[in-house]
């Protein structure tokens, strides 16, 4: 029996090596390459190693475009991640230990949020009747208000796994109802806030298509825009193209190596007890 789960463990380990590894050794490798033998797009060893030249060149191109968007993408990802963790923990307090009409109401409209698309054109409108259209501040709130329907389900679900005694004890000592949620509640609250941190880091960072809708223009340009900004540029040097590839992936990549613990017990923390 325990052979057979070490052998499955090794079949497992095996195809993940395959679909995740191997592709990253292949944007690697075509990254290092000069280009004439990155033109054959061939999974080889590179001939002669150019990786420094290659990383200079794709920072250096159009004055230094990639490091405004990692400058505008990191803006963007604090500032949306910060929102979210705030907002989601005190909407999902409320909607776990106060029920009544209202709060039902609202759990009906985050439950909303996950299930209607979000319509493209009316929120252009709205943002240029704020005069938001363009900025990092209003591509921030767009970003709080696609993922905010998540952080709260995700905070409610693990708050009430945190005991009402306590809030009780609180109350009884003479806090406030604001002073229970920011010393006693807020603190617990830290699994599924590096959870929150992680997926939504993550997932701000490389979004594509709400920059590409809602923040035009060079200035305001993105990481994961540099890819479709430096395709035409790029099409005939494959070497430079995956250096950018690269250059986009291993941030997320690192952060999802470090923290892949933590995004597990979160989930399943809030998950299971919820």
């Known amino acids: 029996m325990k052979q057979r789960q070490y052998i499955n463990g090794l079949m497992a ?49 159009r004055n230094y ?3 405004l968007a990692y400058f505008n993408s990191t803006v963007i990802t604090v500032g949306a991640v910060t929102l979210l963790v705030l907002f989601g923990a005190m909407v999902g307090y409320v909607l776990q230990r106060r029920p009544s009409a209202a709060s039902r109401l609202v759990f009906g409209f985050v439950i909303a949020g996950l299930m209607i698309p979000p319509a493209v054109v009316p929120t252009i409108w709205v943002l240029q009747g704020l005069g938001l259209f363009k900025t990092l501040t209003g591509m921030i709130l767009i970003q709080v208000a696609y993922g905010l329907s998540f952080s709260v389900l995700l905070f409610r679900s693990f ?13 009884i000592d003479g806090a406030k109802p604001w002073q229970i ?9 830290k699994p599924v806030t590096v959870t929150l941190i992680v997926v939504q880091s993550i997932a701000i960072f490389n979004d ?13 340009v993105t990481v994961q825009l540099t890819l479709f900004n430096f395709q035409s540029q790029f099409q005939s040097q494959f070497n430079l193209l995956f250096m950018n590839i690269l250059l986009v992936t291993i941030p997320p990549l690192i952060v999802f190596i470090f923290f892949n613990r933590q995004i597990v017990a979160g989930m399943t923390a809030g998950a299971v007890k919820g």
């Open 159 to 171: 708050i009430a796994t945190v005991p009402r005694d306590l809030d009780e004890a609180a109350l």
């Open 208 to 220: 594509f298509t709400n920059p590409l809708y809602y923040l035009p223009g060079k200035e305001n």
């Open 13 to 61: 380990l095996a195809v993940a090596s395959v679909i995740f590894i191997v592709p990253f050794v292949y944007i690697f490798l075509m990254a290092a390459k000069t280009k004439q033998q990155a033109s054959t797009l061939d999974f080889s060893w590179p001939q002669e190693w150019h990786f420094w030249a290659n990383l200079v060149e794709v920072v250096q191109t």
């Open 181 to 189: 949620f920011y010393r006693v509640v807020l603190p617990l609250l």
């Open 65 to 67: 475009m990639l490091l």
